[in-house]
């Protein structure tokens, strides 16, 4: 069944240069992109989109790196799109992911880990309407 995901490529991979080579392991899978936009985000949007996190400690270094730059904020469409895109992106920690996912391979870290990806699909249809509010969300369960 096709579904449609968010995808965030966080500040720290655009100040890296690792956008296409990111954009490029999606691509390569065979998911295709439904929208993509350069932006950077402002606390309330931050706040919005994790919400289930604004209480944690760890959640204002959070939102200060989440706004520190611009990201590349995207919609991914495919087959099993949600579990497909968070098995490409690896465990959140990047220093315990596995080789060979995103930030298993790149990302020393458990807040700069270069991606963000829905992980259900009421997850992708309320952030791809937060980011993407004109575009139709992903298939609602
Ligand atoms: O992104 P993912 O769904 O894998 O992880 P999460 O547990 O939903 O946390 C969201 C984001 O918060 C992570 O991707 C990290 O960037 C950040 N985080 C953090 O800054 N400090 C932590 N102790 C845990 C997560
Ligand atoms: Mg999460």
């Given at each position: ?49 994790y919400?289930?996190h604004?209480?944690k400690?760890?959640y ?82």
């Amino acid at each position: 069944m096709s579904e449609r995901t968010l995808v965030l490529i966080k500040p720290d991979a655009v100040r890296r240069a690792l956008v296409g080579q990111v954009l490029h392991r999606f691509e390569r899978k065979g998911l295709a992109i439904a929208a993509m936009d350069l932006r950077t985000i402002d606390g309330a949007l931050a706040d919005r989109h994790y919400a289930e996190h604004v209480e944690k400690e760890w959640y204002p270094p959070l939102r200060a790196f989440i706004t520190s730059g611009p990201l590349v904020a995207l919609v991914l469409e495919g087959d099993q799109a949600i579990s497909v895109v968070r098995a490409l992106t690896g465990a959140t920690d990047g220093r315990a992911a596995a080789p060979g996912t995103i930030r298993g391979d790149w990302s020393l870290s458990n807040r700069e880990n270069l991606v963000h990806a829905s992980d259900s699909p009421e997850s992708a249809a309320r952030e791809i309407s937060i980011f993407f509010p004109s575009l139709e969300g992903s298939s609602t369960p």
